[in-house]
């Protein structure tokens, strides 16, 4: 069976949120630029802020630490809430859409979701399903695709096409019952990075971000993009 290979989405505020909100999400919520980890950037991000979205670097060091992980997490295990919305990515290139949509499914109760819109109806359909089944839903779902795509071609950047291959991939940061987790679709399970709240939830992001940096420290392409109230 062919490999099903979307658009890669920017890292864009902009295009991100035409994503979301064609899909049904208010737009009272947005994503916005995090211009830096230090303390006085931060700030500058709208509160409140339910989740992050860092993009970066796939090298073979951060293959060799995500063996290690695993490795790691089989052995001694960890606690993960059955609330947690978790997907796997079966689309090359997809990342960037499933980052989204572990975002916004992450926080659907606090940020407001239009009854009968695409992104409602796709968490309806996709409740009691497994992450390889929800990613397979994706897969055949004309609505979201659709959406996707106009949105990838509007990037501000030349657009990438589906059949190309990106070295580059996105994960989201989320909370979710007092602790932080981090999605990837490509990795097994959620990876659940300790305790965080409402109040401390950036801060504890940004941490999590600046690990992801420090593992390749000569690497400069990361961005960040936060889902605050507007």
């Not at 606690?79 to 796997?88: A, H, I, W």
């Not at 399903?129 to 929800?134: G, N, V």
Request: charged share 25%; hydrophobic share 35%; glycine share 6%.
């Amino acid at each position: 069976m062919a490999e099903t290979r979307w658009m890669p989405l920017e890292s864009n505020p902009e295009v991100m949120n035409t994503f979301i909100h064609k899909l049904g999400v208010s737009k009272k919520w947005q994503f916005t630029d995090v211009y830096g980890l230090d303390p006085e950037l931060l700030c500058m991000v709208p509160q409140p802020c339910c989740a992050l979205i860092l993009l970066f670097p796939v090298s073979e060091k951060y293959g060799d630490y995500c063996k290690t992980e695993g490795e790691r997490l089989a052995k001694e295990g960890q606690k993960v809430s059955p609330e947690v919305f978790f997907m796997k990515q079966t689309i090359r290139n997809a990342c960037g859409t499933i980052g989204v949509i572990h975002a916004v499914a992450n926080n659907k109760n606090r940020i407001g979701i239009k009854d009968a819109s695409v992104f409602s109806k796709f968490l309806t359909d996709v409740k009691t399903m497994s992450p390889e089944e929800i990613g397979k839903r994706l897969e055949n779902d004309s609505s979201i695709r659709d959406v996707h795509k106009t949105c990838a071609e509007e990037g501000q950047t030349e657009a990438i096409q589906a059949e190309e291959n990106v070295d580059l991939h996105f994960v989201a940061l989320v909370h979710v019952d007092n602790s932080l987790y981090e999605l990837d679709g490509n990795k097994p399970f959620p990876i659940n990075h300790g305790s965080t709240s409402n109040d401390t939830f950036l801060e504890d992001a940004a941490k999590v971000c600046r690990e992801f940096m420090s593992r390749d420290e000569k690497e400069l392409r990361f961005t960040i993009v936060a889902l605050s109230e507007m």
